[in-house]
């Protein structure tokens, strides 16, 4: 089979490669464990149950941008902020539990995906959509043509 090598146009990026996704993963493990194990004080993250959704790496893997969800998305922008402040710690953290040859940067993002589902999910349910959605009964109009 013949690859195709051919020069990708001036402004496409390319997607992430399998080492970026690899790490990534990696990451993303971590973090949730580190999330479960480690005790916060900070009032913003002590007792909360946080979700990593993702992890994504840049491609030299010194910089990760991690997604998160706090449960039931209470309070997000100060869970994310609250973890921005405790970047340095969760980062030591990883250092500890990763084996890379370098322990990125942590830039910690709220993941809209939640929130932009619920707002798909509510678009299906409106009866102008559904309309559109439920096909039609087969017609047997085809059968007339004697």
Same mark, same amino acid.
């Given at each position: /089979?013949?690859?195709?090598?051919?020069?990708?146009?001036?402004?496409?990026?390319?997607?992430?490669?399998?080492?970026?996704?690899?790490?990534?993963?990696?990451?993303?493990?971590?973090?949730?464990?580190? /999330?479960?194990?480690? %005790?916060?004080?900070?009032?913003?993250?002590?007792?909360?149950?946080?979700?990593?959704?993702?992890?994504?790496?840049?491609?030299?893997?010194?910089?990760?941008?991690?997604?998160?969800?706090?449960?039931?998305?209470?309070?997000?922008?100060?869970?994310?902020?609250?973890?921005?402040?405790?970047?340095?710690?969760?980062?030591?953290?990883?250092?500890?539990?990763?084996?890379?040859?370098?322990?990125? %940067?942590?830039?910690?993002?709220?993941?809209?995906?939640?929130?932009?589902?619920?707002?798909?999910?509510?678009?299906?349910?409106?009866?102008?959509?559904?309309? %559109?959605?439920?096909?039609?009964?087969?017609?047997?109009?085809?059968?007339?043509?004697?």
């Amino acid at each position: /089979m013949k690859k195709n090598n051919a020069p990708r146009p001036r402004g496409v990026a390319a997607g992430p490669t399998q080492r970026q996704l690899r790490a990534g993963e990696l990451m993303r493990h971590a973090l949730v464990e580190i /999330m479960r194990t480690s %005790d916060f004080t900070d009032q913003d993250l002590a007792d909360r149950s946080v979700t990593v959704t993702e992890v994504r790496m840049s491609p030299d893997l010194r910089h990760a941008i991690c997604f998160v969800e706090p449960l039931g998305g209470i309070d997000a922008d100060k869970v994310v902020a609250a973890m921005n402040r405790h970047g340095k710690f969760i980062r030591g953290q990883l250092g500890r539990r990763i084996d890379m040859k370098f322990t990125p %940067d942590l830039k910690f993002l709220h993941d809209e995906s939640f929130n932009e589902a619920t707002r798909i999910g509510a678009l299906f349910d409106n009866p102008k959509v559904r309309q %559109d959605l439920t096909p039609d009964a087969p017609s047997d109009s085809w059968k007339d043509e004697d």
